[in-house]
């Protein structure tokens, strides 16, 4: 599984005509010995045999088709020995045995294909349900898993999902019903043939598997590597489009396109080998079972003319071999095909065994609005080396409200994530209403929050669905209400299909401020009890700023409101504010209360008039 692990090398300027860094991925590898099939098997087998009365009828179904397939076919030889062994008595006799011998082999492909339909629902269920749980279990992790994964996370689980499929496809619909053909076929050759063409029968199949299980597992390591390339071509392509403006801005789509074709290359090397080595494999396979065919054909022709065995009897062995020359042929691609999806589902399982941080307890009690007083008591919280807070104390009283400032980096965002617990501490504890969130149910804690985010992100889909994402109850009527009070109302009946409107990936249709207020209406109409601003108007100008300030002070009056502030003037009507330094509060009180001071907040508020000409 990648983790946004990587070496950087540069390429040769020999192999293109930019330096560039090359991101190698290296894979974390989890044992073999842990995930094994019997393992996936045991994960699946609920999946496989689902309490779902229709889907248990359906595996039934399958089972019952699967014998019924498998000992029509086993009927088939003797039909096909019969009719030649009448060839030279009985003319019409041998065409209506050759007749029936075409219309069995049909019955039989009928049967086989009904029985794959009918578990294909079963197969095509299991993929789902998988499919569900791993999507609950990501939005289940906490924020530091999400900030650290990237979309090559979401290339896995696909991959694994098709790697479950396959792997239930190729086990139930191969690996048993092959199992089966070999026994019922190995009873008719030591029943009708005698135990030298079985143990030649028998011979042939053991080899033929030993030979594909070694060889395939010898060809792990070059699967392994065309995997991990591939990997490294889709993490490419992610980066590149992600930064599409950044490429046209530095004009540097060559640089994009060798440093693809770079990645593009080393991949299709080890396509290369992993071909060859299939191309080994399926010649070896051939040459294994063609000698075993040839050796039992020897053995009859011995036989007949020693009178002991007829023609017929030939065509009745060749037709056993041949029966089973498909699903063993077959069964060398099973083989690497399970053990391709076995891989992919190592992706899966890692991500399963990944746990959230922030966990509910066992007892956890839902959360009692009380006004909204909330208490930061000597939080500590970092990141790898980095103290963001040390010992940080806030008290923020009900109904008012507050904002957070200080130099970039300082912990504003980082603060409101803790609040709404999307982290925990590392030390300390926060207090909603005197209750501590870490003993509190998630859900009823952030339904009482909402919170606007800096980078204001949209889904990929109309700017009402974005909107009434904060409450997929709310009226048409309240979406319009919170419109004007945002004043994005007017922009968004310019657009040509009004609230229909497609604001692209990550709102990247829409400008900066049109994205921040679409964000600030989706957080309005949720109607919360306590409200985070996270730099919410940074991307706004100055006329709609004051319109938007003044709406939210008579909308959030009585409120709890915490602001986090870059232009300070946007803060100054607050009750209290909190100046941060060194991971602490350095200074706190109304905005003239602060400037009366001299103090820390004074020398921003002038450094912030400079820089803006105010």
Known sequence: MVE??????????????????????????????????????????????????????????????LVASKSLNAGVPFILKEAVNTLG???????????????????????????????SRVVLNAVKDVSSRVFWHLHSLDYTYHLESTKTTLFAV????????????????????????????????LKYCGWPYLLTFGGTVATYWVFTTRYSTYRQDYIKEVKRKRKAVDFVINESFLNYEAVKCFTNEKLESDRYNHFLKQQMQAAVKTSNSLSTLNCGQHIIFNTGLAINLLLAVAQVSAGTMTIGDIFLIQTMFLQLQFPLNFLGSVYRELNEAQLEIKDLFHIFNIKPKVMEPPNAQSYQYKGGKISIKNVTYGFEDRKVFNDLDIEIEPGTSNAIVGE???????????????????????L?????????KLESLRKNIAMVPQ?????????????????????FEDVVKVCKMVNIYDRIMDFEEKFETNVGELGCKLSGGERQRISLARCLLKNANIYFFDEFTSAVDSHNENLITNALKEKLKGKTTIFAAHRLPSITYVDKIFVLQGGKVREQGTHQELLDKNSYYRELWDKFNKQHDI
Do not use: C, W
């Not at 396959?166 to 008719?188: C, K, W």
């Not at 970039?408 to 926060?430: A, N």
């Not at 909603?432 to 509190?440: A, C, G, N, P, T």
């Open 4 to 65: 946004g692990v990587y070496i950087r090398n540069k390429i040769n300027k020999n192999s293109i005509n930019h330096q560039i860094q090359i991101p190698e991925f290296v894979e974390r590898e989890i044992p073999d010995n842990i995930y094994t099939k019997r393992h996936i098997l045991k994960f699946l087998y609920p999946y496989i045999f689902p309490k779902d009365f229709k889907l248990r009828m359906a595996v039934f179904s399958t089972a019952g088709l």
């Open 89 to 119: 008595t009985s003319m019409g006799y041998a065409t209506i045995l050759f007749g029936t011998y075409a219309l069995a082999r049909i019955a039989v492909i009928l049967t086989q294909e009904y029985k794959n339909a009918i578990f």
């Open 158 to 189: 696909g991959r694994s999902m098709k790697g479950v499929e396959n792997f239930l496809r190729f086990m139930m619909m191969s690996i048993i019903p092959t199992t089966l053909e070999f026994m019922i076929a190995s009873g008719i050759l």
């Open 408 to 430: 970039s980096g300082i912990g504003k965002s980082t603060l409101f994530r803790l609040l709404y617990r999307l982290l925990d501490p590392e030390k300390g504890s926060i």
């Open 432 to 440: 909603i209403d005197d209750q501590d969130v870490k003993s509190l």
């Open 455 to 475: 980078n204001g992100n949209l889904f990929n889909d109309s700017v009402y669905y974005n909107i009434i994402y904060g409450n997929p109850e709310a009226s």
